[in-house]
């Protein structure tokens, strides 16, 4: 079966420091998405792209966030300045179709730890 | 936003038994999908059920969608080792980005 992948499994970085975590969605697919999930806690949305721009973003999703699809492949989250609570795994998805069963298909996710 | 509440949080069962957990809300759901999570993996798609009172098998999985589209229940039948993980339920939202809302999830253990 076709897979997301995202680099680096694990990123570790100080406070302050800018961060970018880079996913390689489907290659057929259209919409990718951002979620991140803070250990012991929900699985939140933090943004959808589709057609290169945002189509929706959480209020998690503040001016320290960006997305890019610098190029047919590559899907990338940018945090420009980290704080402590960025700390979660965060995972990429792709989705083919906007219909209601189309499976969204979710990367392994990067680990980010802000020390 | 449509708050997910799932429960129980955590279960633990030896292999054989049979198990139902639960995801409930106030709101109206257009449809709402089941993953499964396990450690260090992204959550994975078991089902998508949109319509009230739909019943899906997958296997010895059965997932029920209430009459009313507010609540949904996941059954595991002969529970096995291998169905151990996180199980998340997730309503997907009807505006344009198709965000998912998650559940907090059920810790299950099933042990041999």
């Known amino acids: 079966e076709p897979e997301v992948t995202q680099t680096p499994s694990h990123q570790v970085t100080q406070m302050g420091q800018e961060v970018i975590l880079r996913c390689v969605p489907i290659?057929?697919?259209?919409?990718f998405y951002w979620y991140r999930q803070i250990l012991g806690q929900k699985v939140e949305f933090l943004v959808s792209?589709?057609?290169?721009?945002?189509?929706?973003k959480s209020e998690i999703f503040d001016d320290q966030f960006s997305v890019e699809r610098p190029d047919g492949s590559n899907f990338t989250l940018k945090i420009r300045s980290t704080k402590l609570e960025d700390s979660a795994m965060y995972f990429c998805?792709?989705?083919?179709?906007?219909?209601?069963?189309?499976?969204?298909?979710f990367g392994s996710g990067t680990q980010l730890s802000v020390l | 936003t449509q708050l997910l509440e799932q429960s129980p949080q955590f279960l633990s069962i030896q292999e054989g038994e049979n198990l139902t957990v639960y995801c409930n809300s106030s709101?109206?759901?257009?449809?709402l999908q089941w993953y499964r999570q396990e450690p260090g993996e992204g959550p994975v798609l078991l089902v998508t059920v949109v319509t009230g009172g739909e019943v899906k098998k997958l296997k010895r999985l059965t997932f029920q969608f209430g009459d009313a589209r507010k609540d949904s229940s996941l059954h595991i039948t002969a529970a096995q080792p291998g169905d151990t993980g996180l199980y998340l339920c997730a309503a997907l939202g009807d505006n344009a980005g198709n965000m998912l809302t998650f559940g907090g999830g059920t810790r299950l253990m099933v042990k041999p």
């Open positions: 792209f589709y057609n290169n721009e945002i189509s929706e």
């Open positions: 290659s057929n697919h259209l919409y």
């Open positions: 709101s109206v759901f257009s449809s």
């Open positions: 998805a792709s989705r083919d179709r906007l219909a209601t069963n189309e499976k969204l298909f």
